[in-house]
């Protein structure tokens, strides 16, 4: 199986009510254990890489390689889109060119008039090559490769001006963050989430930041257009937890337990749960 687009993944998803998840990647562990569980649940499933990821896999076309190599020897057969998280306008071009199916071009920083121009071209280029496009207006709070948001509502109107451009999903801040959510955290807009969904009509809207938003929330996003959501944290916590218990209770001294390939294994196994239970919690598990 080729890698896709996401448009059609996600056109679905909006349609019927559910929503795809993306898993980040970091590394090879990462990437098969969230193809495998794709697989397995007969989910589709939108492969991230942020920046400062594609720099740390040596590169755009490294992490094109592996993961197309993965596709082919794992035989994996459900929809697989890989895709730029929260990209600048250089990185999206770079991402094209390496092989990518899909970007996001994150102006949210700009002033609207800078994101329109912007995303526009870079629309017009992923249209002739068949590519998915995610932007977004209004930041998401907290930090990803140095965007730093606060969390900030989106305007409704700027929402519906990028959308007009012709982008196949959204990112509106509707007070979501990045990483772990403080313990006075409001929630989610959802009047805001409503209003956008409103501007934008058949749009698929992306929730990022989908670590620690309480179950009934995600449903609720769901219910009003949310047909992407973005999950990274939350494996790595899973990944550092299962690690650090395989440390602890001394496994790696005992056989050859500091053998890599068992050293990294319960937190290959702990990624492919928290997967799973995000899947199921999305409701597109048996969607591919």
């Known amino acids: 199986m080729a890698l896709v687009s996401a448009k059609e993944m996600l056109t679905k998803a909006k349609q019927g009510k559910y929503a795809v998840g993306q898993f980040n990647i970091n590394n090879l562990e990462w990437t098969k254990a969230i193809l495998l569980t794709a697989?397995?649940?007969?989910?589709?499933?939108?492969?991230?890489?942020?920046?400062?990821?594609?720099?740390?896999?040596?590169?755009?076309?490294?992490?094109?390689?592996?993961?197309?190599?993965?596709?082919?020897?794992?035989?994996?057969?459900?929809?697989?889109a890989l895709h730029l998280d929260h990209g600048s306008y250089d990185g999206a071009l770079a991402c094209i060119e390496a092989g990518f199916s899909?970007?996001?071009?994150?102006?949210?920083?700009?002033?609207?008039?800078?994101?329109?121009?912007?995303?526009?071209?870079?629309?017009?280029?992923?249209?002739?090559?068949?590519?998915?496009?995610?932007?977004?207006?209004?930041?998401?709070?907290?930090?990803?490769?140095?965007?730093?948001?606060?969390?900030?509502?989106?305007?409704?109107?700027?929402?519906?001006?990028?959308?007009?451009?012709?982008?196949?999903?959204?990112?509106?801040?509707?007070?979501?963050?990045?990483?772990?959510?403080?313990?006075?955290?409001?929630?989610?807009?959802?009047?805001?989430?409503?209003?956008?969904?409103?501007?934008?009509?058949?749009?698929?809207?992306?929730?990022h930041g989908g670590t620690g938003i309480p179950e009934d929330m995600i449903k609720k996003a769901i219910s009003l257009g949310v047909a992407k959501i973005n999950v990274n944290t939350e494996c790595q916590l899973a990944f550092q937890e299962a690690t650090r218990k395989y440390i602890e209770e001394g496994k790696d001294l005992s056989g050859k337990g500091f053998d890599p390939r068992k050293l990294l294994a319960p937190g290959f196994e702990a990624i492919k749960a928290t997967v799973k239970e995000k899947m199921e919690l999305f409701g597109s598990v048996g969607k591919a």
């Open 39 to 80: 697989e397995e649940m007969k989910s589709p499933v939108i492969l991230g890489v942020s920046e400062g990821a594609g720099k740390y896999m040596c590169g755009y076309k490294t992490v094109v390689g592996m993961v197309n190599g993965m596709l082919e020897e794992l035989k994996i057969t459900v929809p697989v």
């Open 102 to 207: 899909s970007v996001m071009f994150d102006g949210s920083h700009y002033p609207i008039e800078e994101n329109i121009k912007k995303t526009k071209e870079l629309v017009s280029i992923c249209n002739s090559k068949g590519l998915s496009i995610e932007a977004e207006v209004g930041s998401i709070g907290g930090e990803e490769d140095g965007v730093v948001g606060a969390g900030e509502c989106a305007d409704p109107n700027e929402c519906k001006a990028i959308a007009d451009l012709g982008v196949t999903m959204l990112a509106a801040g509707i007070g979501n963050i990045h990483g772990k959510y403080p313990e006075n955290w409001p929630g989610l807009s959802f009047e805001t989430l409503d209003a956008v969904q409103q501007k934008t009509g058949d749009m698929p809207l992306v929730l």
